[in-house]
C-alpha cells in the first residue's frame, strides 16, 4: 500500500519561507511525476507545482517556489520563498505511480495535507 507522509507546514510571515516535504513508500515499482496542489476553504484544489518528464508551476508562484526531488528517496520538496498572504493554504503532495502489486496502470496517490500559513 503506497503511502505518502508530508512534513514541514506551518505559521510564516510574509516575505518568509518554508520547506514541505513529501515521502512515498509502500511497495512502488516506479513513479511517474510528483507534485504539489493546495486548496483554499471555498475553492477548488489548484496545481501548485509538478515534476514528471519536465517542471511546470502555477503561475502565481513562478519566480518565489522550486520543486525539486529525490528519487533515491520517493520524496518531493517543495521550497516556498517570498511568501504570501494568498499563499494561505492547505498543501497536498500528490504522485503519480505504479505499485508492484499492480504494474499494469499508474495510480494517483495524495498525501494528508500540511497547512501553511502566511500572516503577520
Known amino acids: 500500500q503506497v503511502q505518502l507522509v508530508e512534513s514541514g507546514g506551518g505559521l510564516v510571515q510574509p516575505g518568509g519561507s518554508l520547506r514541505l516535504s513529501c515521502a512515498a513508500s509502500?511497495?512502488?515499482?516506479?513513479?511517474?511525476?510528483m507534485g504539489w496542489y493546495r486548496r483554499v476553504p471555498g475553492n477548488e484544489r489548484e496545481l501548485v507545482a509538478v515534476m514528471s518528464s519536465d517542471t511546470n508551476y502555477a503561475d502565481s508562484v513562478k519566480g518565489r517556489f522550486t520543486i525539486s526531488r529525490d528519487n533515491a528517496k520517493n520524496t518531493v520538496y517543495l521550497q516556498m520563498n517570498s511568501l504570501k498572504p494568498e499563499d494561505t493554504a492547505l498543501y497536498y503532495c500528490n504522485v503519480r505511480a505504479v505499485p508492484e502489486s499492480s504494474r499494469w496502470r499508474v495510480y494517483t496517490y495524495w498525501g494528508q495535507g500540511t497547512q501553511v500559513t502566511v500572516s503577520s
Open positions: 509502500g511497495g512502488i515499482f516506479s513513479i511517474n511525476a
